[in-house]
């Protein structure tokens, strides 16, 4: 059958680059099937043209095997970060030239001839076994959906003529020779690729066809997931034997004419699924974060730090961008991250208030874990300021070196106590002590 394929309008196509922003590894996945079509019951031709002429034939044909497709496929998976109402991009392509279609079978053909000449020598003589091999493809580019190719073999020079020259005893010698036509007509059109996951199917109906799901909410480390492909195929597959037998006595040549024996075994159209295949794509998973923090009452004019880890859960690498949206009195350092799977990092936040009074903010956490590509951590704080010491009144007179409204009476206690303020206290009493140091004249 090589040779015989013809193919129709093969496409191969990837995710476009602009489809996602992030991509989980791609996995390989194979696709395969036998179709056992040909194992059905044995063909018994009886004896032709009759069991009473000179010369009969009998053939038992036997076939088995079927018709065999092998191709190499990719999973592929994609998602947009930072908007969880994206779904999952997911699309089966395949690898160009990997795809084979063709037939294996082996069909056995037992022949036997019964001989009757006139009564003076009656019997059968089996002569043969031979088998017929059949295995014949050719390649094509899968996933071959929407599309179709078919084979054929119809060709009377493919085999050659089976021919034998037996001496069934002295003086009778049988010379035969059979031609064998195998006609076999296949056909394999691409339907569907069934792609079920964790919360729903997908069905890929053509080539380069992307196909969405919905991403699940539980923080996956992957996404598993099972494919089997879908095709209707075709298979006919006829036998045409066409003897000739000639016995050659002591009383003269008989020869029985050569004449075709069809011979038909599958004429058949199923819609075939191939066997399940089962595969997951790592995915990256941010393990739950805190969600918010308090920094309490912070000085004016210091800062204080908050460390905040993430880890990792997943299976593929966790990456993303960190900011600050709210007051500026906060900052984070640094502004990415990236953790290995089982891995973790981390960044700074600083709060530092050059103003009194609450000041608020959330930290913005944007990955490429799909499950949750956006997390905020809530960010609270108090700018504070220690109010000045109270400042001590002026100094006044003490009640009692005060003179009282309307009295003549003047307090004498207490006066070390002195408003330095009032300066001129100070010197009226120097003038008074000048005055009680001089000596009294004598008259």
């Known amino acids: 059958m090589a040779g015989r394929i013809a193919t129709t309008g093969l496409l191969v196509l990837a995710l476009p680059a ?44 036997t076939p088995t095997g079927g018709i065999v497709t092998d191709m190499d496929c990719e999973s592929q998976l994609q998602w947009q970060s930072a908007d969880p109402s994206e779904p999952l991009e997911h699309l089966v392509v395949g690898v160009p030239g990997s795809g084979w279609f063709g037939v294996d079978a082996d069909i056995a053909i037992e022949a036997e001839v019964h001989i009757n000449i006139f009564g003076l020598w009656t019997g059968s003589v089996p002569l043969w076994t031979e088998h017929l091999i059949m295995a014949e493809g050719a390649a094509f580019d899968p996933p071959l959906l929407g599309e179709s190719l078919d084979g054929t073999v119809n060709n009377q020079n493919l085999i050659d003529p089976l021919e034998y020259d037996v001496t069934v005893f002295l003086g009778l010698d049988l010379v035969m020779s059979v031609n064998v036509y195998p006609e076999l007509t296949t056909r394999l059109e691409g339907l569907q690729i069934d792609s079920d996951g964790p919360v729903g199917s997908v069905y890929q109906s053509a080539n380069g066809a992307v196909q969405t799901m919905a991403i699940p909410g539980n923080r996956p480390q992957e996404l598993p997931l099972t494919s089997t492909y879908w095709a209707e195929q075709t298979t006919v597959l006829n036998l045409v034997l066409e003897p000739s037998v000639r016995l050659d006595t002591l009383i003269g040549p008989f020869e029985l004419l050569a004449f075709p024996i069809p011979i038909s075994f599958v004429d058949d159209i199923v819609v075939q699924s191939f066997e399940r295949v089962e595969y997951s794509h790592p995915l990256p998973a941010t393990a739950p974060l805190t969600e918010g923090h308090d920094f309490g009452d912070v000085d004016l004019g210091t800062l204080v730090n908050l460390e905040i880890p993430f880890e990792n859960v997943g299976l593929m690498g966790l990456e993303g961008s960190i900011r600050i949206d709210g007051d500026g009195s906060y900052t984070v350092y640094p502004d990415t991250i990236y953790a290995q799977p089982g891995a973790g990092d981390g960044v700074v936040v600083t709060f530092a208030p050059n103003a009194p009074g609450i000041r608020a903010a959330d930290v913005v956490f944007e990955s490429n874990d799909p499950s949750v590509p956006i997390q905020l951590i809530s960010l609270v704080g108090n700018g504070w300021s220690e109010p000045p010491d109270d400042e001590p009144a002026p100094d006044t007179p003490p009640d009692d070196l005060r003179v009282q409204s309307g009295s003549s009476d003047l307090a004498t206690c207490g006066c070390s106590i002195v408003n330095p303020g009032s300066w001129w206290w100070i010197v009226v009493f120097g003038v008074i002590a000048a005055r009680r140091r001089r000596p009294l004249k004598r008259s």
Request: glycine share 12%; hydrophobic share 35%.
């Open 18 to 61: 602009s489809a996602g922003e992030w991509q989980s590894d791609p996995q390989e996945i194979h696709f395969g099937d036998t179709d056992e079509v040909f194992d059905v019951l044995g063909f018994d031709s009886g004896y032709l043209p009759s069991f009473g002429s000179p010369i009969s034939v009998r053939f038992h044909v």
